[in-house]
């Protein structure tokens, strides 16, 4: 073996040194404590668990997990650390009343660098100067009076959705994407989608493929000896995707933005959100960076999950037929029959059903089964266990959700959950409340999602409009017979349900409200 120090077979010895050297020091970190890592399934010494990282459905697994290891499972994806927290109480304890520790993103190297997504509002460290920036804009244009202003276009997007469902019912889920995506551009953009052709819808296609092929596992993010590989040689090819992955995320980020500025320019734009924070003052480039990447980050957060929570109800009412009647019965007899719901409704709260309703929505499928990961940035204990500086902790929302000690018979679809009841026992005492889905669907901590009364609004608007219009049940074949719809789901941070049939048909007494809402 040649000494020659540039020699590739002399570099290979001393990256797997540093590499099994880089392990064996993570892995005496717990070890020479005094406490021990969290237990979790066996790995190998030079992968560690990467081998047993599922590919499809993770939450899954990762309850499996739950269930032999406890609230807390360590794994280690080649020489890093990871957890996976399995239960309400460790999700609290440490998201929320440690976010100092625990309050920040994982800095990935393909996603932050190479993609370009160090700053967005997602990924960015809650140290930089940006992230407080991004959650003071955040905040003024999502709390709940800024959210009453949106009703108008928010009742006139879901209006015309119901109109789209009447004449092109067979299209529902490709109309309840576009509807979501309607209201997202409206609201930030000022932009009308047009539902048949539209430019932008087509390169959001374009970045949620870009999307999809750049998730999984890059060996560059955990060893950073990668990162110094030309992009020609062979191995170096994850440099060239990372490139072509920016480039497609770029698009969203400037294309709208820039569709903004020339409306602005030609005194065409409308109140929006990018239009209010362009004109309020002269802007830096820092600053205008600052509301191009906000913009973006509320268009990703709002649209695909707002269309798979609603597609997923709409499942959800072809598969029970007397939840569908029940909360048609509230909406009627809250609403009438001779207006559709409006925010107004939403504010009173006066239907209590509908709220269990889309709270057992979120619970049976929640739309990020994976919370966005967080990172401990010191050394801490929690339950008789050392997790150390630099762990991924992966909050298993499915697996919350799903758990039969916190929800009983958990793949029932059951809203009367979520509702105060009181026991008819001797006692007469009151039954225990489950845990709320809203605590732990729209993020924890400083990196909560402040976006959840828009969206709660949104979800509310859309489904009770659906509900006092049509009637959703299972498709039938040629012979009247139901079919069974397929129940599958895609495995991205935000899972999507995979095509289904359905039936959706305007009530006896509803054409008329439809008509009258163009």
């Known amino acids: 073996m040649s000494t020659d120090p540039s020699s590739p077979s002399l570099l290979l010895v001393l990256g797997i040194v540093v590499l099994v050297g880089s392990i064996f020091f993570i892995r005496r970190i717990g070890r020479d404590g005094q406490l021990p890592y969290p237990p979790g399934p066996r790995g190998s010494i ?51 009343k440690r976010s100092t520790i625990y309050g920040t993103r994982p800095q990935m190297y393909m996603l932050n ?14 140290e930089h100067p940006r992230f407080r920036a991004y959650r003071k804009m955040l905040q003024k244009e999502l709390n709940s009076k800024a959210v009453a202003s949106y009703k108008d276009m928010m009742q006139t997007e879901v209006h015309l959705l119901l109109r789209k469902l009447q004449s092109r019912p067979e299209k529902f889920m490709t109309l309840i994407q576009l509807n979501a995506a309607a209201i997202a551009m409206k609201f930030i953009y000022g932009y009308t989608v047009d539902y048949d052709h539209d430019s932008f819808m087509k390169t959001i296609e374009d970045v949620a493929v870009a999307n999809r092929d750049a998730s999984g596992l890059w060996l560059c993010d955990y060893y950073p000896i990668l990162r110094l590989m030309p992009s020609w040689l062979p191995g170096g090819s994850f440099k060239r995707k990372g490139h ?35 004109s309020a003052r002269s802007l830096d480039k820092e600053e205008e960076d600052i509301v191009k990447f906000v913009s973006t980050g509320l268009y990703a957060g709002a649209q695909d999950t707002v269309a798979t929570v609603i597609t997923t109800f709409v499942l959800i009412m072809s598969l029970y037929p007397d939840v569908q009647r029940r909360a048609q019965a509230e909406v009627d007899a809250v609403v009438g ?54 762990t991924v902790m992966v909050p298993n929302i499915w697996g919350l959700m799903h758990d039969p000690a916190e929800f009983p018979d958990p793949f029932t679809f059951n809203p009367e959950r979520h509702l105060l009841s009181t026991a008819t026992s001797a006692t007469n005492t009151q039954k225990k409340l489950p845990l709320d889905p809203y605590d732990f669907v729209f993020g924890f901590g400083r990196r909560a999602c402040p976006g959840a009364t828009f969206g709660r609004t949104l979800l509310f608007l859309t489904m009770t409009s659906i509900l006092s219009t049509f009637d959703i049940s299972k498709a039938r074949d040629e012979d009247g017979n139901e079919i069974e719809p397929r129940i599958e789901f895609d495995s991205g941070v935000v899972s999507h349900l995979l095509p289904f049939d359905c039936q959706i048909k305007p009530r006896q007494d509803a054409i008329h409200l439809i008509d009258e809402s163009s």
């Open 46 to 96: 030079l992968v560690g668990n990467a081998y047993q990282m599922p590919g499809t459905e993770p939450w899954k697994t990762y309850s499996d997990w739950g269930g032999k290891y406890g609230a807390l499972t360590f794994v280690t994806i080649f020489n890093s650390p990871m957890v996976v927290i399995n239960s309400a109480a460790a999700i609290t304890d440490l998201l929320e």
């Open 113 to 126: 660098e190479l993609m370009g997504c160090k700053y967005s509002v997602f990924n960015v460290a809650s």
């Open 244 to 278: 072509s992955f920016k480039t497609e995320l770029d698009k969203l980020n400037d294309i709208p933005h820039d569709w903004v500025k020339e409306q602005m320019a030609n005194n065409r734009s409308t109140s929006c959100f990018s239009s209010r924070q362009l």
């Open 337 to 390: 029959r001779d207006r559709l719901p409006n925010v107004g409704d939403f504010v009173k709260g006066e239907m209590k059903y509908i709220e269990a309703l889309i709270k057992e929505t979120l619970r049976w499928a929640p739309p990020v089964p994976l919370a966005v990961s967080h990172l401990a940035t010191a050394d801490d204990a929690y339950g008789g266990y050392h997790i150390p500086k630099g």
